[in-house]
């Protein structure tokens, strides 16, 4: 497996930190591709539990780790997360390469995050407020600061003083809060430089080179398919590209290069934030799966909104990914109910009914769930999965043509059951 994407077939938090975590150990180079400190993925490893938001999980296993072009990069994050895997004994030095092309979040757009969502008030998208929003926007509009400007005190003083006097007009007579000074952003910014320079890398040739020695390389997505930009739930989306391909664009390799597609979906959904959600629990059994998976956010410690396996959503996974084998996480979560619905087809407002997700946002905005029920194990999933759950999983990987291949029975690194051989499904 030269080079495989990891990415979140449902709206994120799926788990995706545990099962890179599993396959770094047989890796030699661990790439973040796209989003920022948004992501939170949590790894447990015995007494230990690591929450790492901006560089690839990979690091708890000691592997190198990249952080590519299409990320946004907090300094203030990445810093403080190196610092403390330093202080809890991992070794970092020489292990960790950020792009230079990809963006800083600069005060500015953590402070526009969260005045952007109380202005929209019900109408907010539910963001995690770290700014990535802004961020990537400032990349569109091409007055973002990139992490090659900390290499250049005269270009970063420029950018600095030209994005101040722009945001500053945006923040005291639209938002109407406090400005922020150059030269204080500057200074703080000097001081990060200091620090990430020599973590800044040509991550796209270090991909190659690797690729090319017959290393293996691992990418790791943030975030999850429905919350892409251009495929996503818009307008209740981040604001890059999660899916599969992200990981080519963002390390400025071809897409053949990729070989095989990890999808990673919870055996259940959940979702942070506003937006649709055909199949979400209505009654106890929504806060019985909540509080069993313990479903509060990693960043934002917000409450999860979950809802039965969604059989469309996860098709439309397959689809715009390329996904070549799925794990199926937190199944031991599912041990407590008799009965599983699981969400076979949306019925459209017009009563006609489709396997495959709608194209366009009223359909997805007013559809009704068509549920199959399916029996529960009502025993706790260890080391071998009980029939009705093995009966489950087929059911999941019949309707989508795709092999299951890992599944998830517990927060800890070795709860995690590979069903072949080789969880890639080479
Ligand atoms: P943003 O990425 O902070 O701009 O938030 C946009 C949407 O994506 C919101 O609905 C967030 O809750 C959601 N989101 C962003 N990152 C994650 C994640 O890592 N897991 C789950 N939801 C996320």
Known sequence: MPATVIVGAQWGDEGKGKIVDLLAQDSDLVCRYQGGPNAGH????????????????????????????????????LIAEIDDLEARGHRTEGLVFVSGNAHLIMPWHVALDGARERRLGRLQIGTTRRGIGPAYA??????????????????????????????????????EIEPFDAQEVLAASLVHAARIAPWVADTSLLVDRA???????LFEGGQGTLLDLDHG??????SSSPIAAGAAVSFGIGPRRIDEVLGVAKAYVTRVGEG?????????????????????????????RCGWLDLVALRFAVRVNGITSLALTKLDVL?????????????????????DFPAHQSDFHHCR???????????????ELPDAARAYVAFVEQALDVPVTLVGTGAAREHVLALQDDPLGL
């Not at 690729?211 to 390389?217: A, N």
């Not at 769930?369 to 080391?383: I, K, R, S, Y």
């Open 276 to 304: 649709p959600f055909p199949s979400e629990i209505v009654g106890p059994d929504h806060d019985r799966v909540q509080s069993l998976g313990h479903e509060f956010g990693t960043v934002t410690g917000r409450e999860r």
């Open 138 to 175: 400032d990349k569109a509009t091409r007055i973002g600061i990139r992490v090659q400007d900390l290499l250049d005190p005269k270009i970063l003083r420029e950018k600095i003083e030209l994005a101040v006097a722009e945001k500053n007009v945006w923040l005291e007579r639209v938002y």
């Open 211 to 217: 690729l090319r020695d017959g290393r293996r390389v």
């Open 42 to 77: 949590t790894i447990v490893v015995g007494e230990e539990t690591y929450r790492i938001r901006q560089i690839p999980s990979g690091i708890i296993r000691g592997k190198a780790c990249a952080i590519g072009a299409g990320c946004v990069v907090d300094p203030d994050v």
């Open 233 to 238: 739930t818009y307008p209740f989306v981040t």
């Open 335 to 355: 041990s407590d109910f008799s009965e599983l619905p699981v969400c076979v087809r949306y019925r459209l407002p017009d009563d006609t009914e489709t396997e």
């Open 369 to 383: 769930p068509v549920f199959e029920v399916l029996p529960g194990w009502g025993a706790h999933v260890e080391d």
